[in-house]
């Protein structure tokens, strides 16, 4: 069957370090994925994209890679804060190219101050 | 500029009723996109659409129907409400493959 997981419903890490979040797929061959930000109460928020032919992408603070024989992304957020607390999510294109997508569970972020 | 917008932002139903539920971007998006959001299990798409006038299912279409008459607006509608609907249901759009912009959200509760 066709999945998508996040490393783990809630990861803590210390104000200053490196959090480093996981989404892991199966039997999806998307062309590319993306990452959101969902704070409680409101609506996702895109943060970065990367397609299947890139093997990392930079934005800021961020950084994400997609290894597609893995079938795994990983959303690296460095020097975090506790303004990234958040839930973060990722997603598949699965057909179609941006006409249906299928999210991840997500990961609920804290970081301790 | 408003981006997207959903109406109404909660709402509690009986067993039975129907309800439609609005979303209206102003960015002139092609696409849009309906999903619920359920404890544990992520967002997950209801009904989209690639223009005005066309729409297509996702992956939990069942119990819902939808429209868009203009390019800015896209209806989801409850024709008969169950508890199984209840959730927060997103509305988002997109000018291409790539970014999707969503709207606050709606809490629907069925009693």
Known sequence: SQKIEQNSEALNIQEGKTATLTCNYTNY??????WYRQDPGRGPVFLLLIRENEKEKRKERLKVT?????????????????????????????????????????TRLSVLP | NAGVTQTPKFRVL???QS??????QDMNHEYMYWYRQDPG????????SVGEGTTAKGEVPDGYNVSRLKKQNFL????????????VYFCASSPSED???FGPGTRLTVL
């Open chain 1, 29 to 34: 061959s998307p062309a590319y994925l993306q």
């Open chain 1, 66 to 106: 997609f290894d597609t024989t893995l079938k795994q992304s990983l959303f690296h957020i460095t020097a975090s804060q506790p303004a990234d607390s958040a839930t973060y999510l990722c997603a598949l294109d699965v057909g179609n190219y941006g006409q249906n997508f299928v999210f991840g569970p997500g």
């Open chain 2, 14 to 16: 009986k067993t039975g």
């Open chain 2, 19 to 24: 309800m439609t539920l609005l979303c209206a």
């Open chain 2, 41 to 48: 299990m992520g967002l997950r798409l209801i009904h989209y």
């Open chain 2, 76 to 87: 989801l509608g409850l024709e008969s409400a169950a508890p199984s609907q209840t959730s």
């Open chain 2, 99 to 101: 970014t999707q912009y």
